[in-house]
């Protein structure tokens, strides 16, 4: 008799652990396991075990609200399905094989607050629908293969603190309206086919810690109005067609201890900054 109580109770709990977590998120992690090989995945899933037991996946509230697979050998392509993991806060498959471009359904997730797609191979644009995810606060898609503009809805995005678009073959301007990410602390642009003057609306990211746009086609001279962030403490505009060479500057210290000096007839720029 004990022992079919133990039984009943465990076939409860098993079954309640289950339900907790509803049947669309489950079917949606299914499809991320089948469509990016789960088999082969480094720390793998027991498709038969509680979902709060598999690697990566963060449940609260009987809610998927994280899924953090960095290095686990994901290969193939997003699933649609992505999108139904409407509570997610957070999602991390950097350092992996993922291919493709993403899945418009990704509009869905309207909690997002991190999207850590880095170090992949995903192509084509970067979605528009991107700039609905208003609670976004990084975004960080270095490191892959799209190609196009930076979509102008991003610049709806005001919660963001980090935009990390570097390494991929980006084209096109840096929207004028990049102002309105009035909390931005981080800017990487470095590594693109990107042209166009910098624009001087980067001026008022009062919060801006980092600016690293080199190794592009931008042109035109560096913004004076850049020695107003005083939080800035790294700069790297170097390998443009900028009208002058600038080096880059990396340090502590903001730019109220940086003079810049001009020098035409050289064509150079110095950056003298009090270092520890």
């Not at 079917?27 to 090989?37: M, P, R, S």
């Not at 992505?82 to 509570?87: A, P, R, V």
């Not at 042209?195 to 919060?207: F, H, K, R, S």
């Amino acid at each position: 008799m004990k022992i079919l109580r133990l039984l009943a109770v465990s076939f409860f709990l098993t079954t309640y652990s289950f339900a907790n977590v509803s049947t669309t998120e489950k079917d949606a992690l299914i499809a991320l396991h089948k469509a990016t090989k789960g088999t082969e995945w480094n720390a793998t899933w027991d498709l038969n075990a509680s979902i709060d037991t598999w690697f990566g996946v963060k449940v609260e509230g009987n809610k998927i609200i994280e899924i953090n697979l960095p290095f686990n050998n994901l290969q193939g392509e997003l699933p649609k399905e992505i999108g139904d993991l409407k509570h997610l806060k957070r999602i991390n498959l950097g350092f992996n094989k993922l291919t493709g471009k993403l899945p418009s359904t990704i509009k869905n997730l309207k909690e997002l607050v991190s999207l850590e797609l880095f170090m992949n191979g995903f192509e084509g644009n970067i979605p528009s629908e991107l700039g609905e995810l208003k609670k976004l606060e990084a975004l960080k898609l270095y490191s892959n293969k799209f190609t196009g503009e930076i979509p102008d809805t991003l610049m709806g995005l005001t919660n963001l603190k980090e935009l990390l678009l570097g390494s991929n073959f980006l084209t096109g301007h840096i929207p004028s309206e990049i102002y309105a990410l009035s909390k931005l602390q981080k800017l990487s642009l470095m590594d693109n086919k990107m042209d166009g003057e910098i624009p001087v609306e980067i001026a008022q990211l009062t919060d801006l810690e980092e600016l690293l746009l080199s190794t592009n086609q931008f042109t035109g001279d560096l913004p004076i109005e850049f020695m107003n962030l005083t939080k800035l403490n790294t700069v790297m505009v170097s390998d443009n067609n900028l009208n002058q060479e600038y080096i880059s500057v990396s340090g502590k210290n903001p730019p109220s201890l940086m003079h810049l000096e001009m020098q035409s007839a050289t064509a150079t720029a110095t950056m003298d900054i009090e270092k520890e």
